[in-house]
């Protein structure tokens, strides 16, 4: 993680998440392969052959653009950041995050001390890393009340990336079943059971579409149901490998824009300044993976602002429709080893297989 500040006595100041720098710290001789972080420059319409980028319909959810003031921030931030080394082309890695996951509803846990490995049990078997002091849940977050037995007592840190309904997704499972991920309403993200898993000192991120619909209802439907309070909201632009935007954030609402958005909340009860500091960060930005939905780590960021019990060492943190997985996390979802193929992996070392108990 690295904070950017214009001036050092300014309090504000944007946050530089490295992707794949974070989980390869987090996972030791394991390494996101470089290919999953190729975003290049987009090509003008001009080196484009002359043709137009095809406009997306636009709809009244959609979210609004941003100000002239808002990309002046962007772009000063994006002046403090390093410029890259100029890397080589790499050739396109097999998209193994397309195939077919099928592993039935289990949990597991590792505690070893380093990276176990898990096979799983069908035709066409696939290896999954699981890292040191991690536990998951491939289950359905929308029955989450079968596992708060398992889950209790409360976490410092909860991290939702929920399936909202979009239009890109349909398409995707129009076109291949295994590609799409099942979408959950408003109402039905509302009844998660969420209160039960915080405290007055939890802090709760969570992911978002630019779509204007799904922020109202996430701030006036979603955040009352589960009684938390609005402490900061910000965007995540996102970066190509040379450190700038993907695309202008200016234009017309055709256009998908370079940022997705983070609310980031607390318990209502929780005391009236809590997590005020959370305020102090503008924006963040990353290089994202080319897997669509593959957020980066926030713990290194909102790992200051948590307020941990006087003899606890580390955050105890909870995400929910997760991809992948993290030490001191327990991760729950669908396919909550979707990301940590092995084949997307460059491997040093062997390391052990683990035995996972089927839930």
Not at 206 to 233: D, F, G, M, Y
């Amino acid at each position: 993680m690295l904070r950017l500040q214009s001036k050092t006595d300014d309090k504000q100041s944007a946050v530089f998440l490295n992707h794949r720098k974070l989980i390869n710290e987090a996972y030791g001789e394991f390494q996101l392969k470089s290919e999953l972080f190729q975003f290049q420059a987009k090509k003008t319409p001009q080196e484009n052959g002359g043709k137009q980028p095809k406009k997306r319909k636009k709809n009244a959810g959609d979210g609004g653009t941003s100000s002239s003031e808002d990309l002046h921030m962007v772009n000063g931030y994006l002046e403090l950041l390093t410029k890259p080394n100029a890397s080589a082309d790499t050739p396109p890695i097999a998209r193994h995050w397309e195939d077919a996951y099928i592993v039935p509803q289990l949990y597991g846990a590792n505690e070893s001390g380093r990276m176990q490995k898990f096979q799983s049990q069908d035709d066409a078997p696939s290896v999954y890393l699981i890292p040191n002091r991690c536990k998951f849940f491939n289950h359905n977050v929308d029955n989450l009340t079968a596992l708060l037995h398992q889950l209790l007592p409360a976490y410092d840190l909860i991290v939702l990336d929920p399936p909202w309904r979009n239009k890109y997704i349909r398409r995707l499972k129009r076109a291949k079943q295994e590609l799409g991920y099942s979408m959950l309403s408003n109402d039905q993200l509302s009844l998660i059971s969420l209160s039960r898993l915080t405290h007055p000192r939890s802090i709760v991120a969570i992911w978002c579409t630019n779509s204007t619909q799904h922020q109202v209802a996430l701030e006036q439907q979603l955040l009352p149901s589960w009684q938390l309070r609005l402490v900061h909201k910000l965007r995540w632009y996102k970066l190509n490998t040379d450190h700038q935007l993907i695309a202008p954030p200016l234009g017309d609402l055709t256009q998908k824009q370079p940022y997705e958005m983070l609310y980031v909340a607390c318990r209502s009860d929780a005391r009236e300044d809590y997590g005020k500091d959370i305020l102090n960060t503008d924006l963040l930005l990353s290089v994202p993976s080319i897997v669509h939905s593959h957020k980066p780590p926030l713990l290194s960021w909102l790992r200051d602002y948590l307020q941990l019990e006087n003899d606890q060492k580390e955050p105890k943190c909870l995400e929910l429709f997760a991809r992948y997985l993290q030490p001191n996390f327990t991760s729950i979802g669908l396919e909550v080893l979707k990301l940590m193929d092995e084949r997307l992996y460059d491997v040093g070392q062997e390391g052990n297989h683990s035995k996972l108990e089927n839930t």
